[in-house]
């Protein structure tokens, strides 16, 4: 079993990765808005409602591991084994 200290270090890096991959897919949803209007519309509309959804699946991940990091840090609360 892991001491507090390792469990918050493990739970930044989470926390950090997390955020780096909404940043990324943030960048992508830029990039598709600028490029849709080359894009024939099914396609280009799709691609744009593709890279919502990435961009919704990444800020989804990254409120619950910031909630889990958040319970940890300030409540002194241990995450679930399984909240992985």
Request: hydrophobic share 35%.
């Amino acid at each position: 079993m892991q001491n507090r200290q390792e469990v918050e270090d493990d739970w930044r890096k989470r926390l950090e990765s997390a955020r780096l991959r909404l940043a990324c897919v943030r960048q992508h949803v830029k990039y598709i808005q600028r490029v849709v209007r080359d894009i024939p519309s099914p396609d280009g509309k799709l691609a744009y409602r593709q890279a919502l959804q990435a961009e919704n699946e990444a800020l989804a991940e990254y409120r619950r591991i910031l909630q889990v990091f958040t319970d940890l840090v300030v409540e002194g609360r241990m995450p679930d084994e399984r909240a992985g």
